[in-house]
């Protein structure tokens, strides 16, 4: 059974940056491809970004430029760098794992492992 931790979450400026972290146990990190996805009170799941086990990455239009997401292997962690936040990025943050490694995956139902959310909060 894989286990997602999320951290790194908290209240920030509009203009600021944080950086998040989800660090997996139980599983071949190595071999999944892991998203990140974001969520706001009623309103859909939304994809952030993905990074393949071969290095790939995906993110969406909205935080091209400004999210990175990256991974430690041997630190069986991935991270999601977020510059230049805006108010329209605060949501609860979602680390997931797909044991399909090698597909950038954008929807959540590819994904078989899920962490329990970290909120972001942007103020303007």
């Known amino acids: 059974q894989v286990q997602l931790v999320e951290s790194g979450g908290g209240l920030v400026q509009a203009g600021g940056s944080l950086r998040l972290s989800c660090a997996a146990s139980?599983?071949?990190?190595?071999?999944?491809?892991m998203g990140w996805f974001r969520q706001v009170p009623g309103k859909e799941r939304e994809f952030v970004a993905a990074?393949?086990?071969?290095?790939?990455?995906r993110s969406a239009d909205s935080v091209k430029g400004r999210f990175t997401i990256s991974r430690d292997n041997a630190k069986n962690t991935v991270y999601l760098q977020m510059n230049s936040l805006k108010p329209e990025d605060t949501a609860v943050y979602y680390c997931a794992a797909s044991k399909f490694g090698y597909r950038l995956y954008a929807l959540g139902q590819n994904y078989d492992y899920w962490g329990q959310g970290t909120q972001v909060t942007v103020s303007s």
């Open positions: 139980g599983g071949t990190f190595s071999s999944y491809t």
């Open positions: 990074m393949s086990s071969n290095g790939g990455t």
